[in-house]
Nanobody, 122 residues
Framework: QVQLVESGGGLVQAGGSLRVSCAASGRTISGYAMGWFRQAPGKEREFVGS????????YYADSVKGRFTISRDNAKNTVYLQMNSLKPEDTAVYYC???????????????WGRGTQVTVSS
């Protein structure tokens, strides 16, 4: 079993930056692809981006491409989501997930954190 805990969310003004972290325990995540998803009130869970198990490959949703960056430190069993040039429409609960490959489909991921709230004010 892998337990995932997100942290680093908060309130930021539009145009600002925030880095959220996802710390894993229970098992090493070095063999897992990691994904970030978000869900705003009244909306479906949305793919944000993902990173391969080695960190050599990343993939992003068009809505965040060029603004968000995913990285991982397998030695620390942690994955990061750096968010720059934040917009009010980025407001959501952000979740990390672990799975066999970095899919865009959230149903393909096996383990999930409980999420961290990110609020971007205009």
């Amino acid at each position: 079993q892998v337990q995932l805990v997100e942290s680093g969310g908060g309130l930021v003004q539009a145009g600002g930056s925030l880095r959220v972290s996802c710390a894993a325990s229970g098992r090493t995540i070095s063999g897992y692809a990691m994904g970030w998803f978000r869900q705003a009130p009244g909306k479906e869970r949305e793919f944000v981006g993902s990173i391969s198990w080695s960190g050599s490959s990343t993939y992003y949703a068009d809505s965040v491409k060029g603004r968000f960056t995913i990285s991982r430190d397998n030695a620390k069993n942690t994955v990061y989501l750096q968010m720059n040039s934040l917009k009010p429409e980025d407001t959501a609960v952000y979740y990390c997930a672990a799975g066999p490959l970095h899919y865009t489909d959230y149903t393909k991921y096996n383990y999930w954190g409980r999420g961290t709230q990110v609020t971007v004010s205009s």
